[in-house]
């Protein structure tokens, strides 16, 4: 993985998700066209040439596990699934193990929202709840990148549903750091 995944993956999960699910469809779009990856992908970065062809190397492994995982039109690479997985477990014992206080009130803040995403998706295309949040985070996202506009209500809903990421983020930090726990 990249380095700077990595480290992303490590003090900010939810920034980690979100870059992938972007790099994913990125991927998708240029159709896993090695030359479109070079040309969109790498040759804009500012770095040097060996920099570059280890940029160019792990894109195309993306690539290439995408295609091999047949999530070329929708899905998740295997390690975004395990942090989804892993935050999903985490949200659950906040909640329902520690009780926690604060994150218990993220969560209702942002429960109402949470609802509303959930009752726009297909029954059969049911998820998580981290993952619900994830889904309308990045939605707004690509509405902002296409300039479409985007109304307060939705904007106050993506605030508390950002509120509950980062909260569960700072958690996943803390949570990785206590001795014999091991979440990659």
């Given at each position: 993985?990249?380095?700077?995944?990595?480290?992303?993956?490590?003090?900010?999960?939810?920034?980690y998700v979100v870059r992938m699910w972007?790099?994913?469809?990125?991927?998708?779009?240029?159709?896993?066209?090695?030359?479109?990856?070079?040309?969109?992908?790498?040759?804009?970065?500012?770095?040097?040439?060996?920099?570059?062809?280890?940029?160019?190397?792990?894109?195309?492994?993306?690539?290439?596990?995408?295609?091999?995982?047949?999530?070329?039109?929708?899905?998740?690479?295997?390690?975004?699934?395990?942090?989804?997985?892993?935050?999903?477990?985490?949200?659950?014992?906040?909640?329902?193990?520690?009780?926690?206080?604060?994150?218990?009130?993220?969560?209702?803040?942002?429960?109402?929202?949470?609802?509303?995403?959930?009752?726009?998706?297909?029954?059969?295309?049911?998820?998580?709840?981290?993952?619900?949040?994830?889904?309308?985070?990045?939605?707004?996202?690509?509405?902002?990148?296409?300039?479409?506009?985007?109304?307060?209500?939705?904007?106050?809903?993506?605030?508390?549903?950002?509120?509950?990421?980062?909260?569960?983020?700072?958690?996943?930090?803390?949570?990785?750091?206590?001795?014999?726990?091991?979440?990659?």
């Open positions: 993985m990249n380095e700077h995944l990595q480290q992303e993956r490590r003090d900010n999960v939810a920034a972007h790099l994913e469809d990125v991927l998708r779009a240029v159709r896993f066209d090695p030359k479109a990856i070079r040309t969109r992908l790498v040759d804009p970065m500012e770095a040097d040439s060996a920099q570059k062809e280890l940029a160019q190397r792990w894109y195309l492994d993306l690539a290439e596990r995408m295609v091999k995982d047949g999530i070329t039109r929708q899905g998740h690479l295997p390690e975004v699934v395990e942090v989804l997985t892993d935050l999903e477990t985490l949200h659950h014992t906040l909640l329902n193990v520690l009780e926690d206080p604060g994150y218990a009130q993220r969560y209702m803040d942002a429960r109402a929202d949470i609802a509303s995403l959930e009752r726009q998706r297909e029954e059969e295309d049911r998820t998580g709840v981290v993952e619900t949040c994830f889904t309308g985070l990045y939605g707004v996202m690509l509405l902002d990148a296409q300039g479409r506009t985007v109304s307060e209500a939705t904007r106050a809903a993506d605030a508390r549903i950002r509120a509950l990421l980062d909260a569960l983020s700072r958690h996943y930090r803390q949570m990785r750091k206590l001795p014999g726990i091991s979440l990659n």
